[in-house]
């Protein structure tokens, strides 16, 4: 018996080792995503539904249309597709052609509320809801819209009360709880915020510049899939999420990741497929023109099919890409400049000024490309060593630009003073009476325009001067012009004038009475250093009064023979000249003679001072010196090997407001559209010494230097992308965007 009963127990051991068999647990459905449950929804005709309606989702309706009807219904899916891709504009212009008697006029109406209710215009699309017919399916779409706005947002609409309309309707209800569900819970805005929020390790690449933030690979791929699956109801989520990703990829020098990411999705409505962008990241790169050129066309050319753009803003868009490709022709400051390893390319001039007539022809209100194109056209005219005819092309397209500038900016003083000499000297008289009645009516502070009446009396004197039965004429204009003589402008050359015009009248006596009474202004113990001056003071004012060039050849030759032995000029000599000139420059009067000679003189007075003959002391103290200084300056002699360069001497003296403003001058005057560093740290130093100093054209002169400073400056540090285009541009559809968001078609 024992042994039985342990043979019992152990069988029962063996028995309950062996497990039972456990029941299994029903398993669970997968949570159905959005995209999914957007997959599933098809939608379904109803009874009695119209033909027009069913076409919209049906292809099989659609065929049996009539041609006409037919051709509205595409254009109602078109838009749909718009809306989806948020270009409203787009999508309420694509519908605009459908006539209120229409039978599709009411998803005209649908989309207009469409594009509202998707901006957040709740109480604007609730109104322009309620004029769609209830019963048809516009109307039951608005419907559904309207009741998931009244589900709560801070709880599941599994939760929601009923409505009469959820009773009614248990489709409407359905439709209404998965627009909720989009609109309001954002499971994807969650799911996207968790994953790109998730630090990950970036691959090494020792010769990239990664910005910190940059996505990684695993966060790349994540986002590609999302784009996918999430394009279609969250459009705006999408959009969103790339374009930043475009932004953050297009400053790296990752050109093919570029590519692939704007491949996946449209960029903003002023640039869909990226054109633009890419026109302007490809600048980055070296020998990189093709793809800029390409782009840039192609920007371009789709600007006249973009509807989102208003016609004002694309011409805008037109002239700043000329304007940049303008600048970027324009980098090299010299032609054949030299570079540590060999030789760069000179600019194309042709190109430049196509591109720069291009710029102002797109958008004559741009006063900034107007600026730059008559400030490269003057840096031209400036090249030594130019053929007469290319100096006659440079004027005639210089006189363009200045005419087509005062056209295109009414307001502009530049322009203006311009052109005021310009047609005086043309005899067309006309044509500058309205520019001088502008400029003396604008009550500018400008110095310049302020002396409008005063040197429209003085051209005037010259004008008159043609011909000797006018002489008469000239006398009375130019006493006119001296009793308004600007306060801050040198009367030293008016006696020359005088005496001009006393050769002009072939009065003799008077002209040898005048120029004693000029030698007998001299100091008689430096007479020598009175000559230089005498002569270009005396030939500028005998060309400037329409003398002979028979009567000028005498008035020539003591002007030709210190420019043949001026290594013997004395400096006081080089420096009261200087000062001459600079005045010149000043009042916008240098004589055509100054081109053959002015620069010869400025490179032997600066060799000078570079090379020590002209010290501290004696020179430097007199009251000509920084006048001729400032016509250096003028001259743009300090701007060598791509920097300013100043002589030692001028860095020992005791005026930094003087030496601050001639840096930053010369450095604003350089072709390149930059400011540099070494003088943006000057201009604190050169805006204090403003409200201090005490000559009044000095004052003038710092302000302006200082403006056009700040504007170069303003320029350097904007961001990435040509200067912040791409910020400016979205500011221009927002500005444009609130200027119209009051005006409603009457429909």
């Keep these: 018996m024992a042994r039985n009963k342990s043979q019992n127990k152990q069988k029962k051991k063996k028995q309950s080792k062996t ?27 109803y009874p009695d539904e119209t033909a027009e309606d069913r076409a919209v989702f049906d292809a099989h309706a659609l065929a049996k249309l009539p041609p006409e009807t037919a051709d509205q219904v595409k254009l109602v899916r078109e838009a749909l597709e718009l809306v989806a891709m948020g270009q409203d504009v787009d999508a309420e212009q694509k519908l605009s052609g459908i006539p209120r008697r229409s039978p599709l006029s009411d998803w005209r109406l649908f989309v207009r509320g469409l594009t509202q209710w998707y901006r957040g215009e709740t109480d604007a699309a609730a109104a322009t809801f309620a004029r769609l017919d209830p019963d048809r399916r516009p109307g039951r779409i608005a419907e559904t819209l309207r009741h998931a706005d009244t589900l709560p947002a801070d709880s599941p609409p599994s939760e929601a009360p009923p409505t009469a309309e959820s009773e009614c309707d248990p489709v409407l209800v359905s439709g209404a709880k ?122 371009i050319a789709s600007l006249k099919n973009n509807r989102s753009v208003p016609p004002p803003v694309a011409r805008a868009l037109e002239a700043e890409l000329f304007l940049m490709a303008a600048r970027d022709e324009q980098e090299f400051d010299s032609p054949m400049q030299m570079f540590p390893f060999g030789m760069q390319e000179a600019a194309d001039g042709q190109l430049i000024n196509q591109y720069f007539t291009a710029a102002t022809k797109a958008y004559p209100a741009h006063a900034e490309a107007h600026s730059e ?24 397209d210089l006189a363009v630009a200045m005419q087509h500038w005062a056209a295109g900016c009414p307001d502009a003083i530049e322009p203006r003073l311009w052109l005021v000499d310009y047609f005086l ?32 009396h003085l051209l005037e004197a010259m004008r008159l001067c043609r011909r000797k039965a006018w002489m008469h004429g000239a006398e009375e204009q130019l006493d006119a012009a001296e009793k308004i003589w600007p306060l801050w402008l040198s009367r030293d050359w008016l006696p020359y004038l005088h005496a001009a015009l006393a050769i002009r009248r072939g009065d003799t006596d008077r002209y040898e009475t005048l120029r004693q009474q000029i030698r007998d202004s001299w100091k008689t113990d430096c007479v020598d250093d009175y000559r230089l001056a005498d002569a270009v003071m005396m030939l500028g004012a005998a060309q400037r009064m329409r003398v002979p060039a028979a009567e000028l050849k005498p008035l020539r030759q003591p002007v030709e023979e210190a420019l043949k032995g001026r290594e013997n000029l004395s400096n006081t000599a080089l420096l009261r000249a200087g000062h001459f000139f600079v005045e010149l420059f000043r009042a916008g009067l240098v004589y055509p003679a100054y081109r053959m000679h002015g620069s010869k003189f400025a490179d032997e007075l600066v060799a000078r001072l570079r090379g020590g003959q002209l010290r501290k002391g004696a020179d430097t103290e007199g009251p000509d010196f920084w006048p001729a200084i400032f016509w250096l300056a003028q001259s743009r002699v300090f701007y060598e090997n791509s920097k300013v360069r100043l002589p030692q001497v001028l860095m020992q003296l005791d005026a930094p407001e003087k030496i601050a403003a001639i840096i930053v001058h010369t450095d604003v005057e350089r072709s390149s559209r930059w400011l540099s560093d070494a003088s943006g740290e000057l201009l604190d130093e050169l805006e204090a010494a403003i409200p201090e100093e005490t000559d009044t054209y000095l004052k003038y002169w710092y302000k302006q230097v200082l403006t056009k400073a700040k504007e170069k400056q303003a320029a350097s540090e904007s961001s990435l992308f040509g200067g912040g285009i791409l910020d400016r541009i979205a500011a221009m559809m927002s500005d444009h965007e609130l200027d119209n968001e009051d005006e409603d078609e009457d429909y």
């Design 19 to 45: 497990p039972k068999p456990r029941r299994k647990r029903p398993t669970r459905a997968a949570a159905v995503t959005v995209d999914q449950k957007l997959s599933r929804v098809r939608p379904n005709a």
């Design 178 to 299: 998965l627009v909720h569900r989009i609109r309001c819970e954002r499971a994807d805005l969650e799911a996207a915020k968790k994953e790109l929020t998730r630090p990950e390790q970036l691959p090494d690449a020792e010769d990239i510049d990664i910005p910190e933030g940059f996505p990684g690979p695993r966060q790349l791929q994540w986002l590609l899939e999302f784009s996918q699956s999430s394009l279609r109801h969250e459009p705006e989520l999408v959009f969103t999420l790339f374009n930043n990703l475009v932004r953050f990829v297009a400053s790296t020098p990752l050109a093919s990741l570029l590519d692939s990411v704007t491949e996946r999705v449209n960029g903003p409505s002023y640039d869909p497929s990226h054109d633009l962008l890419r026109s302007l990241y490809y600048r980055k790169f070296e020998d990189a023109e093709a793809e800029i050129e390409s782009f840039r066309k192609k920007y």
């Design 425 to 456: 000297e043309n005899e067309e008289l006309e044509r500058a009476e309205p520019h001088v009645r502008f400029l003396a009516d604008s009550r500018n502070v400008d110095l310049r325009v302020q002396a409008t009446q005063w040197k429209w």
């Design 373 to 396: 194109y008559v400030g490269w056209l003057r840096s031209q005219a400036d090249v030594r060593n130019q053929t007469k005819a290319k100096q006659k092309a440079i004027a005639t």
